[in-house]
């Protein structure tokens, strides 16, 4: 049998990046736009045989070329990331992956959380894992009602639990937008959960976003706040690449996080799940429709919650959103800010604290997401 070496490939190696894209397109896919980490396995004159990536706790892109398949080369391939990963620190490993490679991941101590139809599957490396999470989640909100407002509590009859909606956000920055959607919702709610999207690939990091959040919704008494853990994740590092083109991405995802949000309302009785209406955005207007179909399919089969799309706050007649506060803070105009964000945020933009993240904004080249 021949002997492979494996190397990384850099991101400032065309001549490699050009084999592994060209490996990627042989087998069907193609080079997700955010990894980390890429790795390729070579034989003796040098041919990449076989190649995968990292970004984050994910694994991605992984494949074999077809001259090369039957040595073996995928499982080098998996353990070799696998160690990588757990050298960086990252012990909880999760992948999403075609549904026909399911079982092959399954026998490398992969199981699965979640899929969509036919098309996708997420796994992580922890039989437990998401069942963990779940129960965590159900502390946290047993913690929180003991010290929810006496108020709230009458929304709670004897044996009942309080009826609950959620809403899942990622608040990159908390606009106005975002506090209209938060009290029209707990406004119908005697208990709302509003999940904060962890994953720090924002231009605003997870602990400000999440601070942001809690202190934009102080004066609502009904509130419980968690964060979404490496469950629920942005389209924008959703991993498209084994899927055919980016609205087959879009739904995928959507489907995935219907079926993972299912869970998560079961575990924590919610009936309602809100989101934004969003005329601008085609991507979002997409996945809410995604969302929208597959909870009635959930509640048909006595599952999941209901979905219920809120129209957005509007401003001069567009409506308020991140994307237009972070284009904003990137063309220097702050003072047209005050009318798009709470005092609370608008007291971080202008306190030395943001300075690092008003950099990361001016300097980027894209800061409108679409």
Same mark, same amino acid.
């Given at each position: 049998m021949a002997e492979y070496q494996i190397s990384e490939i850099r991101q400032t190696d065309s001549r490699a990046l050009a084999q592994f894209d060209s490996l990627l397109q042989k087998e069907g896919i193609r080079r997700d736009k955010n990894l980390d980490y890429i790795a390729g396995l070579y034989d003796e004159d040098y041919h &990449?045989?076989?190649?995968?990536?990292?970004?984050? !706790?994910?694994?991605?892109?992984?494949?074999?070329?077809?001259?090369?398949?039957?040595? *073996?080369?995928?499982?080098?391939?998996?353990?070799?990331?696998?160690?990588?990963?757990?050298?960086? *620190?990252?012990?909880?490993?999760? %992948?999403?992956? /075609?549904?026909? /490679?399911?079982?092959?991941?399954? !026998?490398?101590?992969?199981?699965?959380?979640?899929?969509?139809?036919?098309?996708?599957?997420?796994? @992580?490396?922890?039989?437990?894992?998401?069942?963990?999470?779940?129960?965590? &989640?159900?502390?946290?909100? /047993? @913690?929180?009602l003991a010290d929810l407002p006496a108020q709230t509590q009458a929304f709670q009859k004897p044996g009942e639990q309080l009826p609950a909606g959620a809403v899942v956000l990622n608040a990159n920055p908390f606009t106005l937008g975002h506090q209209y959607l938060l009290k029209q919702a707990s406004s119908s709610c005697g208990v709302l959960h509003v999940f904060v999207v962890s994953e720090d690939v924002s231009l605003f990091p997870f602990s400000v976003r999440y601070r942001l959040v809690k202190e934009g919704c102080s004066r609502l008494g009904n509130v419980i706040f968690h964060s979404t853990g490496s469950y629920l994740i942005?389209?924008?590092?959703? $991993?498209?690449?084994? %899927?055919?083109? @980016? +609205?087959?991405?879009?739904?995928?995802?959507?489907?995935?996080?219907?079926? %993972?949000?299912?869970?998560?309302?079961?575990?924590? !009785?919610i009936s309602v799940r809100f989101v934004g209406d969003e005329p601008l955005s085609h991507v979002t207007g997409i996945y809410n429709e995604?969302? &929208? @179909? +597959?909870?009635?399919?959930?509640?048909?089969?006595?599952?999941?919650?209901?979905?219920?799309?809120? $129209?957005?706050?509007?401003? +001069?007649?567009? $409506?308020?959103s991140a994307s237009q506060v972070r284009s904003l803070i990137k063309e220097g105009r702050f003072q047209e800010l005050q009318s798009l964000v709470p005092e609370t945020t608008l007291r971080y933009l202008l306190s030395p604290e943001a300075a690092p993240v008003i950099q990361a904004i001016q300097s980027a080249a894209q800061v409108r997401h679409y």
């Open positions: &990449l045989a076989a190649a995968g990536a990292c970004f984050g !706790s994910t694994l991605r892109c992984m494949a074999v070329d077809s001259a090369f398949q039957g040595e *073996g080369l995928l499982n080098q391939l998996v353990t070799h990331l696998v160690d990588y990963q757990y050298r960086r *620190g990252n012990i909880r490993l999760f %992948l999403y992956t /075609k549904y026909s /490679k399911a079982a092959f991941f399954e !026998s490398l101590g992969f199981y699965e959380i979640a899929r969509a139809g036919g098309e996708a599957v997420f796994m @992580e490396n922890r039989r437990s894992g998401f069942k963990s999470y779940l129960e965590n &989640l159900v502390r946290e909100t /047993k @913690e929180a942005s389209n924008a590092t959703f $991993p498209s690449y084994f %899927l055919q083109d @980016e +609205e087959s991405a879009i739904r995928s995802h959507a489907r995935l996080d219907a079926e %993972l949000f299912s869970s998560i309302a079961d575990a924590l !009785s995604v969302l &929208l @179909e +597959e909870s009635r399919c959930q509640e048909k089969a006595g599952k999941g919650c209901r979905l219920v799309i809120l $129209p957005r706050l509007e401003s +001069e007649g567009a $409506p308020v």
